[in-house]
């Protein structure tokens, strides 16, 4: 079931058939380098990712990453709204399949995402997370109006002093 689309693409929930899909996605180098190695490393790991991840949030709060399609059906990368425990607000997140990238796809996807997000689901505030390496996500983030606020310490370790620090837009 589609939950948004846009001139050129399809947005829809992610579901155990999307395995081989995202096993491809969280193995591409740029996700490995900016997004990190989530051990998704054979389809009974992507399903379990899926599972576990996106599905968990759709259950839990209604919204999550979604698959981004083109209209013609193929899958070209994931965009949506995630609640991390150690954040305040509700984060955009975006990983596109590295073919796929420059030509605006990105973009089109989260400002959709971002509509939904302050229209539908009625977010009062929308922030993104980034390593500062990653200049391609602060492009994208600041064409969607989101501006550097500061740096954060993710993950579990967070309150160590050897954690890194990632952007956090608002």
Known sequence: MTILETQ????????????????ELVNEPAWLEFIGDKNVHSLDDARNYI???????Y?????????VELKQGSAIGICGLIKRPILDDVDI???????FSGQGYALEAAEAVMNYGKNVLQLQRIVAITKPANEKSIRLLTKLGLRFEKKVRLGPAAIKDDTPEVALFS
Not at 59 to 67: E, H, V
Request: charged fraction near 25%; proline fraction near 3%; hydrophobic fraction near 50%.
């Open 8 to 23: 050129r693409l399809s947005l829809r929930r992610l579901n155990l058939d999307d395995a081989a899909f995202i096993l």
């Open 51 to 57: 599972l576990n991840g996106p599905m968990e949030m």
């Open 59 to 67: 259950k839990r709060l209604g919204f999550g990453l979604y698959l």
């Open 93 to 99: 997140g975006f990983a596109l399949l590295s073919r």
